[in-house]
């Protein structure tokens, strides 16, 4: 039986003022109308049982993202973030305690994917290839621009007997523009789109590996894992509340990922984007005949190459604006210029620092 993780931690800091404490990126309705997180669990059905599909998530998320998921999935809440190996190497463990042990799915949550059957027909590619090889496979992006916001990856040898799929010949981080344009140019490189498919098995033993301290931290949950699969769920979140916070932190692509001489990779036929910022949420919709993406209760008068989003209760108009970035939502009003909508970070910890994160309650006192 195959299993999936969804990653759906993370404040989604770049999506203020629609993005909040208690209502990140993940959890807003930015595919196309669609709840994110809903969208991603929509993509594995007839792939994964619900039984077998974890989502793992933040403690002070647990409540809203339980209620949207409902029987969909097995709902698990990190005391602390410890960003992704920690997360894909307890869901290798909880995959295999559960009888689980043919591919294991990981996906992040917030990430926009188009052309869902082309997806599952990928994934199922990624998951035979995982399954016959033991291989660490990735999804690789064809760029169609030079993104200096994405990590890449160099393609090696074809693969024989899978379709599309690759040797991974090396990660790189993400670029400078000239460099970027340069993987662009040779054809050979990939956006690494940070989805992954492998056996638990195969994981846990790269992770043993190339990651030993961390390896030795999720055998402790090895135990417990098999308690919950046997009916005592108790013990599994005693585990995590006393353990979790003592792994060390660290991403899946330094852990194992950088380091495997078994990595691989399949070149995408579905459409993708990380849904990183406005601007990239931007490209997904229609424009005007001024380049403009206006939507809800906005207006753009005169104005060129700007996106204008009034999702409050009152009209946002824009006269003579130039490449702006204007969003209204009940979290506050943003303005920037085009280019710089990857700094919208520094307006959330602007408003951290002075205790305006969360918005006031409505007129019945209830949080917005």
């Excluded at 647990?62 to 998921?69: A, K, M, Y």
Aim: hydrophobic share 45%.
């Amino acid at each position: 039986m195959r299993s999936a993780l969804v990653l759906a931690g993370g404040r989604g800091e770049r999506f203020w003022p629609m993005s909040l404490p208690g209502r990140p990126k993940q959890l807003l309705p930015l595919a196309d109308g669609t709840i994110l997180l809903t969208a991603t669990l929509e993509r594995l059905d007839g792939i994964v049982a619900p039984e077998h599909t974890w989502i793992l998530t933040g403690r002070d998320l647990f409540e809203p993202v339980s209620r949207l998921v409902g029987d969909r999935a097995r709902v698990v809440a990190e005391p602390v973030g410890r960003n992704t190996a920690p997360a894909v190497g307890l869901a290798a463990i909880l995959a295999g305690a559960y009888g689980a042990e043919d591919a294991m799915i990981v996906l992040p949550s917030d990430h926009l994917v188009a052309h869902r059957d082309v997806f599952r027909a990928d994934l199922r590619l990624a998951c035979t290839l995982a399954e016959e090889r033991e291989r660490l496979v990735t999804f690789g992006i064809q760029p169609d621009r030079p993104e200096v916001g994405y990590g890449y990856l160099e393609r090696g040898a074809p693969i024989a007997g899978h379709e599309r799929a690759f040797e991974v010949k090396s990660f790189r981080e993400k670029p400078d523009l000239d460099t970027a344009r340069r993987y662009v140019a040779s054809g050979d490189f990939r956006w690494n789109s940070g989805m992954f498919v492998w056996r638990p098995d195969v994981l846990l033993a790269a992770l043993a590996r190339h990651r030993p301290g961390l390896a030795h931290g999720l055998a402790a949950f090895e135990a417990p894992a098999a308690a919950a699969a046997a009916g005592d769920a108790m013990a599994f979140e005693a585990a995590i509340a006393r353990d979790f916070a003592g792994l060390e932190s660290i991403s899946v692509d330094y852990a194992v990922m950088e380091k495997a001489d078994n990595a691989a990779t399949i070149d995408a036929a579905f459409a993708w984007d990380d849904l990183g910022s406005w601007g990239a949420w931007a490209r997904r919709r229609p424009r005007d005949e001024r380049g403009n993406v206006v939507e809800e209760r906005a207006v753009a008068i005169d104005s060129d190459d700007c996106t204008v989003l009034g999702g409050g209760d009152r009209p946002v108009v824009v006269i003579g604006g130039k490449g702006l970035v204007i969003v209204q939502h009940d979290g506050g009003t943003l303005v920037c210029p085009a280019d710089r909508v990857d700094e919208v970070r520094k307006a959330v910890a602007a408003l951290d620092e002075r205790g305006w994160s969360t918005p006031p309650p409505d007129d019945e006192g209830n949080p917005r």
